[in-house]
């Protein structure tokens, strides 16, 4: 694991932010809240793979009177994200929520924001300030423009009125849809505040090109150890999000995961890899390890280029091989390839 900038442990719950070298991994729900059962649902789903705080969103009191049964049916903690009304932030406190997402600035007077630090304080609930690019006051805007020096001292306005009420249980957010921009935002928040940032590149887009704009973004942030939970937003199922999420704090060294090698495949394939590789891939998501694992094109290359993996499948146009650190361990019959693969990935777990 990678040593993290220093920042103050805040508590979600069981869970700590900030303060340690682990960086939390979490997501958010697409249900409409009230409907209990479907975000039961959706919330063992997220947790099941990987989400270790989850998100809801609170846009009226229905919402926010869930919360106290969905905190009765759930081990993993809960967030409120509101914006505007400071009543439903109380109401969702006195529920159970574990933290709450707000902007001080936009739920009315000083009185309102006092009202919404008083009930956290009773409760022990923490808060998130959540900056965006896109809702910046126009005076910051005419002063800066859409900077990172903007960003950043929307976050201290925000901060100061918490600050103010002696309430420091604190994680900020810096997001915007442009990568530049997001990074700047973090690095100059990194060594402004004491506190713990979530990262995340907002509105990335499709999964595709929302996934590389969100490695790009917090890639660069989480190698120079900045940042203390993640969340990646794109444009499609969550399953996708927290695979990119995972995928990109393993390959910064802070999250343990499978490596799934797979052969781009050319005019020697002779077998049906993709299919093969889709099953793996669920394989490897239902029952994570942390091997090495390839799935290669054909049995003449596969070998050699994949020696490194811990276990290893080439196919051909009858058979295959299954191989471990460059070794041929058997060639086995094309149907039976993956069934093989998942012995011999059993048989491996349990020698170590």
């Known amino acids: ?35 209990i059962d479907e975000t039961l649902e959706e919330i063992h789903r997220l947790a099941t793979l990987g989400a270790e705080i989850v998100r809801l969103a609170i846009v009226d009191g229905s919402d926010a009177a869930a919360i106290k049964e969905l905190k009765t049916k759930t081990t993993v903690p809960l967030v409120a994200d509101i914006h505007f009304d400071y009543r439903l932030a109380i109401q969702a406190v006195d529920a159970g929520i574990d933290k709450l997402r707000i902007n001080p600035g936009n739920i009315g007077s000083p009185e309102h924001v006092k009202a919404v630090v008083d009930a956290c304080k009773a409760r022990r609930v923490p808060i998130r300030i959540g900056v965006n690019a896109g809702s910046l006051a126009p005076d910051l805007l005419d002063k800066h423009g859409r900077t990172a020096k903007a960003m950043v001292e929307s976050a201290k306005r925000h901060v100061a009125m918490l600050e103010a009420e002696n309430f420091t249980d604190i994680i900020i957010s810096l997001k915007a849809s442009d990568v530049a921009l997001t990074v700047a935002s973090y690095r100059l928040a990194a060594n402004t505040f004491p506190y713990p940032l979530h990262l995340g590149l907002t509105e990335a887009g499709p999964v595709t090109s929302g996934a590389i704009k969100s490695a790009m973004a917090m890639s660069p942030l989480l190698m120079e150890g900045i940042g203390d939970t993640i969340r990646v937003s794109v444009s499609g199922e969550r399953a996708e999000e927290l695979r990119i999420a995972k995928t990109i704090l393993a390959n910064t060294s802070l999250y343990e995961q499978s490596n799934l090698i797979a052969c781009p495949t050319c005019g020697r394939l002779s077998y049906d890899m993709m299919t093969l590789l889709a099953k793996v891939e669920a394989y490897l998501d239902a029952n994570p390890t942390t091997l090495s694992v390839a799935v290669m094109g054909c049995a003449v290359n596969g070998p050699g280029e994949a020696k490194d993996a811990d276990i290893g499948i080439a196919g051909g146009r009858e058979e295959g091989l299954l191989f471990a650190k460059g070794r041929v361990v058997k060639k086995v019959p094309q149907a039976e390839l993956f069934e093989a693969f998942v012995a011999q990935i059993n048989a491996m777990i349990q020698e170590k």
């Open 1 to 35: 694991m990678r040593k993290r900038t220093k920042t103050k442990p805040v508590f979600i719950g069981g869970v700590q932010i900030g303060g340690q070298d682990a960086v939390v991994l979490q997501s958010m729900t697409t249900t409409k809240t009230e409907h």
